[in-house]
């Protein structure tokens, strides 16, 4: 796999686009994906955004909107550049979630990364993380 530098931003209740540009403007390179169900367009993982980690990670959480970082112990949870890929090559060039029918849309929430399961799991969000602590 490839080298992780992507974490996730929790955003504050209904804030995650203003958290998204709060970041850009602070030069985080972000990723929001979304999905479209019956016509209304949602996030595809409430309340979480995808973080570039080049910049230190204090910077992120003053940023306006963002409540916290998903975190292993005190540290941010490292994300693979591939999950994100993988997410990315489902969207169309808006950051909208591609799929064929609601069911396999909600089905994608949970289990979108089955291929990574010799992984850690990052809580209940389905991310699968580097463990820092054996690196």
């Known amino acids: ?65 963002v409540s916290d970082v998903v975190r292993v112990g005190n540290k941010p949870a490292l994300i693979h550049d591939d999950v994100v890929n993988a997410v990315r090559g489902r969207c169309d060039n808006d950051g909208i979630f591609v799929t064929r029918n609601n069911a396999y849309a909600k089905a994608c929430r ?4 089955q291929d990574y399961s010799k992984e850690s799991w990052c ?9 820092v602590s054996k690196s």
């Open 1 to 65: 796999m490839t080298k992780a530098c992507w974490s996730v931003a929790i955003a504050k209740p209904c804030q995650e686009i203003r958290a998204l540009s709060n970041l850009n403007n602070r030069g985080f390179e972000c990723f929001f994906p979304r999905i479209r169900i019956r016509k209304i367009i949602k996030p595809l993982f409430p309340r979480y955004l995808f973080v570039n980690m080049k910049q230190a990670w204090s910077k992120l959480l003053t940023s306006p909107g």
């Open 110 to 113: 949970c289990a979108l990364f």
């Open 123 to 131: 809580g209940s969000i389905g991310f699968p993380i580097m463990d």
